[in-house]
């Protein structure tokens, strides 16, 4: 039997004892009883949750102290794309606020907010993304670099 199968047949003896003193001393104590055994599984959910904490604890660590980065990488293309679909949803209810509060001057402002705040999200995560763009003063002034 593994650890998790034995802290099952653990719990299910607690809840069959749990369930034989209802039976034997009646009605009357049945709220002190599953009191009694939901503080068992309380602890148990309590004990694990500890477990799981300290092994994700100590596998950050090993991963500083070895100056590797996270196997997960943090920019995906699930990451930006939610982004970019949660601005849009919430660009509608700000469209309407925006215009229906300060008619055409509060729908440009929503939509500034809008695109800078997904323009400061691209920079974030790709934050090579606009050093390219500056202006050369030895060229025409108006023609941008790439």
């Given amino acids: 039997m593994t650890g998790m199968d034995a802290r099952d047949a653990e719990l299910k003896k607690e809840l069959n004892a749990t369930l034989q003193a209802r039976r034997e001393l009646g009605d009357d104590y049945e709220s002190a009883l599953v009191d009694s055994f939901m503080e068992k599984v309380d602890q148990r959910i309590d ?3 500890e477990r799981r904490m300290r092994r994700q604890l100590a ?19 699930g990451d930006r794309f939610g982004f970019g679909i949660v601005s849009l949803v919430l660009a509608i209810p700000l469209s309407g ?8 001057k509060g729908l440009l402002v929503s939509w500034f907010g809008i695109v800078g705040v997904n323009l400061v999200q691209a920079a974030r995560t790709n934050p090579g993304l606009f050093r390219g763009w500056r202006r050369r003063p030895d060229r025409d002034e108006d023609r941008w670099e790439e």
Avoid at 66 to 77: I, Q
Avoid at 97 to 104: D, E, H, P, S
């Fill in 59 to 77: 596998e950050q660590q090993m991963v500083a102290a070895r100056g590797a980065r996270s196997p997960k990488p943090t920019d995906s293309f």
């Fill in 47 to 49: 004990g694990a949750v």
């Fill in 97 to 104: 606020i925006g215009a229906g509060t300060a008619g055409l």
